[in-house]
């Protein structure tokens, strides 16, 4: 099974700055890897899709990175609405999610 | 516009089976397959499996194999999760999700609780 690592599991930051969110796989996956925005009570929201992709109708503000086993989320300029839980997803192997950021 | 709609929170007793619907609308149901994910209070995601609606095949996380069957009804759109041998540990929301590389539609979720 492929273990993906997230860090750091929680992150107290401000409107206005940049953050980033790291994901480590225990393997390479290549660039198959989504990231998720959940907000409390909500379904996850996919916002980027193979490493950097972007998902129709997200913000240019969130970037995704990376292939093999490391992977950046950036958000270039943080928004009141962005507080929120961040998950990464790989699929290249079966399918398995990092921890989780929670952003506050 | 892309829907899928789960069916309404369930309470069941230690040791009993719950089933859990998720309907798919605005695409065509067999081109993409379904994933299952649940989430316990406070907890993170996790992948419980994947059926592919083509065919039916399935593909469990080894955690719940033996307990779980996902299933489909392609006259309905309709995928079904079934877990057996509930545990209080079970106690989560589930949710279904369109799989197309990562997973890019998701239902609102179902909350099972599993209490005698």
């Known amino acids: 099974d492929i273990q993906m690592t997230q860090s750091p599991s929680s992150l107290s930051a401000s409107v206005g700055d940049r953050v980033i969110i790291t994901c480590r796989a225990s393997q390479g996956i290549r660039d198959d890897l989504g990231w998720y925005q959940q907000r409390p009570g909500k379904a996850p929201k996919l916002l980027i899709y193979?490493?950097?992709r972007l998902e129709g109708g997200v913000p240019s503000r969130f970037s995704g990175s990376g292939s093999g086993t490391e992977f950046t989320l950036t958000i270039s300029s943080l928004e009141p609405e962005d507080f929120a839980t961040y998950y990464c997803l790989q699929h290249n192997s079966d399918y398995s999610f990092g921890q989780g950021t929670k952003l506050e | 516009q892309i829907q899928l709609v789960q069916s309404g929170a369930e309470v069941q007793k230690p040791g009993a089976s719950v089933r859990v619907s998720c309907k798919a609308s605005g695409y065509t149901f067999n081109n993409y397959g379904l994933s299952w994910v649940r989430q316990a209070p406070g907890q993170g995601l996790e992948w419980m499996g994947w059926i592919s609606t083509h065919n039916g095949k399935t593909n469990y996380a080894q955690k719940f194999q033996g307990r779980v069957a996902m299933t489909i009804d392609t006259s309905t759109s309709t995928a079904y999760l079934e877990l057996g041998g509930l545990r209080s540990d079970d106690t989560a929301v589930y949710y279904c999700a369109r799989v197309w590389g990562s997973f890019d539609y998701w239902g609102q979720g179902t909350l099972v609780t599993v209490s005698s």
């Open positions: 193979a490493a950097s």
